[in-house]
């Protein structure tokens, strides 16, 4: 009597894979939504990496810092909140390093801190250096 109570559960578990609903399962379609490129080096709010061709080094005013002016070739990556540098647009940069490294059309990559000024009539830099690559 047990052995007929086996047979009759393996014959149940046939009928049951063959009435089972996966092995009616429609083949999948291609996702449709855009896959997100990986992340860069992450930027701050307010900065860019740009590339960009050394126009010339000069003295800036009033102080013993020299002042790098930079026409940008490219944009390299933007952080959050950052505004847009146009390429052949040419910043003047402050500069912390040696200009002395820097020569005239040389082209190098720097990475950029947007400064914020609450006062419109303010003449200093709308960027800083904070390194070149």
């Known amino acids: 009597m047990l052995h007929s109570c086996e047979n009759a559960d393996d014959d149940s578990s046939g009928d049951q ?40 080094t000069l003295p800036g005013p009033k102080d013993s810092r020299q002042v790098l002016r930079l026409q940008i070739r490219s944009i390299l990556g933007y952080g959050p909140s950052t505004p847009p540098i146009p390429a052949g647009d040419t910043l003047a940069i ?35 250096l904070i390194n070149i690559e």
């Open 17 to 56: 894979h063959k009435n089972d609903s996966s092995s009616h399962v429609q083949p999948t379609q291609k996702d449709t939504i855009p896959a997100v490129p990986p992340p860069g080096r992450d930027l701050a709010p307010g900065q860019a990496r740009v590339e960009g061709t050394v126009i010339s």
């Open 94 to 128: 402050p500069l912390n390093a040696d200009p002395d490294s820097l020569t005239k059309g040389a082209v190098i990559r720097v990475q950029l801190q947007h400064n914020i000024s609450l006062n419109k009539n303010d003449a200093s830099a709308a960027w800083s």
